[in-house]
Every structure is written in structure tokens, then in C-alpha cells.
């Protein structure tokens, strides 16, 4: 079963910003290729959404409602609802992921 893939207007954003950063510290070039592997990451998740684990953040305080996947140093945070892929975020994994999760997702 194919599931449907919905970014968040958070995850959009994450998504500008990381392109933002790459582009001012590294290159253009290699900013719009990573925003390129990234959302195609992201959309990967219909086939198989199920194959994300959880984020062990997340499990510490209880919370298995959230799933993840890597993009090395990228991970995606989503959530499952029926037949839609709900993608909260994505974060760099080298940052404070367990502050950055609970601040965003447990509001």
C-alpha cells in the first residue's frame, strides 16, 4: 500500500534553512543537491513508513507515537495517520535532538 507523504509547514522550513546553511558555508551547488536528496528521502516514506523507527529520544519519556528515519546527519521525524506520512521535521542529529524534539513535537 502506498501512503501519502505530508510535510508540515515546520518541516518546510527545516528544509530552507538547512539549503540556507549549506549554501552560505559550503556551495550553492551542493545545497541544492542535498535539499534534492532530502525531500526525495522524504518522499521515499510512502513505500514503506513502517521500516522508521523510534526515536529513542522519545522513548526515554514514553512517547511512541513518532517515528524516525537518517539522511546522514539528517533525521526526519514523522508520524504515521491512516494512510499519511505526516513529517514534522528535519533536523541535523549532530544538535540537541532530544531538547529540539520535545520542545517541537510535545507541544
Known amino acids: 500500500m502506498k501512503f501519502r507523504v505530508v ?4 518541516a518546510k522550513r527545516d528544509l530552507i534553512e538547512i539549503h540556507q546553511y549549506v549554501a552560505l558555508s559550503d556551495s ?12 526525495k528521502s522524504c518522499l521515499n516514506l510512502c513505500a514503506h513508513p513502517e521500516h522508521g523507527h523510534y526515536p529513542t529520544e522519545l522513548q526515554r519519556v514514553a512517547v511512541r507515537e ?10 526526519t521525524i514523522y ?4 494512510e499519511t506520512v505526516v513529517i514534522h521535521c528535519v533536523l541535523d542529529g549532530r544538535r ?3 531538547g529540539l524534539l520535545l520542545q517541537r513535537l510535545l507541544r
Request: hydrophobic letters at 40%; one cysteine or more; glycine letters at 0%.
Open 7 to 10: 510535510l508540515l509547514e515546520s
Open 28 to 39: 550553492q551547488v551542493n545545497a541544492d543537491r542535498l535539499l534534492t536528496l532530502l525531500e
Open 66 to 75: 513518532f517515528r524516525e528515519t537518517h539522511f546522514k546527519p539528517y533525521c
Open 79 to 82: 508520524r504515521l495517520m491512516q
Open 96 to 98: 540537541d535532538l532530544v
